[in-house]
């Protein structure tokens, strides 16, 4: 008997691994015909397709929103649907695509740990459910029934369908994953995709199965019960801009499309899904973004290249902090239609804690020492901070009222018992950082607390003195304004200043984050109607 047992468990991964495999080639040898035939008349601006690889559990809403698309502005969406692995596999092999929309965001997560995904973009929220056929028949309300050798059940391949990778994922961990396993090899079938499953209860060649909620929704025939083994698994159906695609520019407008809480999602809804809180929909988004100076020799190359990928505008605004937050209340003072920054990328966490109402929580990025800047050659013989009270020294320092280092200073100063000797030496004060360094150069002062990344342009004029205390450090957080209507966009915007490690060190930044901190600091906003 136990032979008998073993000779079916063979066979029926034998089955899986054969129909797996033609899968797999049938759908190469399709995205490769679609890729090889010439565009329609209806493409993108410039005349191209976008191909997307569809999970097929969201293809009822994905199909309808892609029509929409192509009826408002004219262009051809192709879609290839699967399991979510199974297109994963080919993506992997093909390396060709625009788009890929996943039941799982595990999946877009390790297509991006493979540099097969650019951008993601949440959609909508799903855990498993038990179905059954309305009437249930059979009483099934638990895991437990579907293990018994009475109950016929249909499952998803986890090596296949995200359904299935789930309910193993967390029937493993309950303890109940082998006995399911065994009843469906000896009693009921496992298949690649989600609607194939409930399709199986639909005309009763099978008394239950485990299916997304949001499937269950679209089928008046069935039931879906929840147990406490499998509301633990809700997952995010997530969207990833192909690292290969040939028209990013056009697959982040469909993306952001498909993403939008008046278009896109208001599909998903309607089809019972539970959608995320998305971005307002518009044909060419502006961003506006309020920067600290100091950040901007970092951050101007990124945004840059972030306008020219995703097809938008930023308008950036530059300027001391102290500035740019008087300016945040004069706008919401005032009641304007606009203007207020939908992200803030603060000089140091003092000013974002001043606005912290209007602002999510931030995001330290990256960090910079306060300086002295003396003429070359020290002709003054400043050594120390003590050396500033001196007599006859002339100094600058930024305004506190109006930029960072204004306010560092004197919380420096006083921290070393120095800021009255000092300031009684200030001949100036400036508006914003980067006013400081030229004071020095040009002679009209002797010496200047700046910020070290400030002084990297001109080292050949000036010396620098470190200077040995914890107050004497800036730290840049990024964050998003709560009242943006464009959160996911400028989510997106931190992702790419994330990714410009570079581009910090090279201006003369310590970073702060690491590779976690980058993907998951900012997080996905909560369902519409739920609580902020």
Known sequence: ???????????????????????????????????????????????????????????????????????EYGVNVQLQYGGSNTLL??????????????????????????????????????????????????????????????????????????IGKAVKKLLTESGQWSDLEKNVEENGVFKPTVPEIANDVAIGSVDASIIWDATARQYQELKAIR????????????????SESKHPTAALRFARYLSARDKGLAVFEELGFETIEGDVWSESPELTFFVGSVNRRAVEPVIQAFEKREGIRVNTVYNGCGILTAQMRTILDQQQGGGFP??????DVYYLETVKELF??????????????VEKGNPKNIQSLSDLARPGIRIAVGQPDQCTIGVLTRQL??????????????????ATSALLVPSVTTGSVDAVLAYQTDTLAETEKIDVISVDSP???????????????????????????????????TAGFRWRL?????????PLQKPAGSDS
């Open 1 to 71: 008997m136990a032979w008998s047992d073993n000779r079916r468990g063979a066979a029926n991964n034998l089955a899986v691994l054969v129909v797996g495999s033609l899968v797999l080639l049938a759908g190469l040898l399709f995205v490769m015909t679609r890729m090889s035939q010439p565009p329609s008349a209806g493409g993108t601006t410039n005349g191209e397709s976008l191909f997307v690889y569809c999970a097929a559990g969201i293809r009822p809403a994905v199909e309808q929103v892609a029509k929409e698309y192509e009826r």
């Open 89 to 162: 596999n080919q993506i992997q092999v093909v390396k060709t695509g625009d788009l890929y929309i996943a039941a799982d965001d595990s999946y877009i997560e390790l297509a991006r740990q493979n540099g097969l995904v650019k951008e993601e973009f949440a959609l909508a929220l799903m855990r498993p459910v038990i179905a059954v056929k309305k009437g249930n028949a059979k009483q099934i309300d638990s895991i437990s029934d579907l293990t018994q050798g009475r109950t016929r059940v249909s499952l998803g391949n986890p090596d296949q369908a995200a």
């Open 227 to 242: 147990t406490p083994e499998l509301d633990n698994g809700t997952v995010h159906v997530s969207l990833g801009v192909l």
């Open 342 to 347: 939908d992200s803030y990328m603060a000089c």
């Open 360 to 373: 999510q929580d931030g995001v330290n990025v990256s960090d910079t020492q306060v300086v002295i800047a």
């Open 413 to 430: 100063l006083q921290a070393e018992n120095l800021l009255d000797p000092v300031m009684e030496n200030v001949v100036t004060q400036t």
């Open 471 to 505: 107050a004497a450090l800036a730290i840049q957080p990024f964050s998003i304004a709560r009242n943006s209507q464009q959160k996911h966009l400028s989510q997106r915007l931190f992702r790419a200043i994330s990714d410009a490690k570079q581009s910090f060190e």
């Open 514 to 522: 690491d590779g976690t901190q980058a993907s998951d600091s900012l």
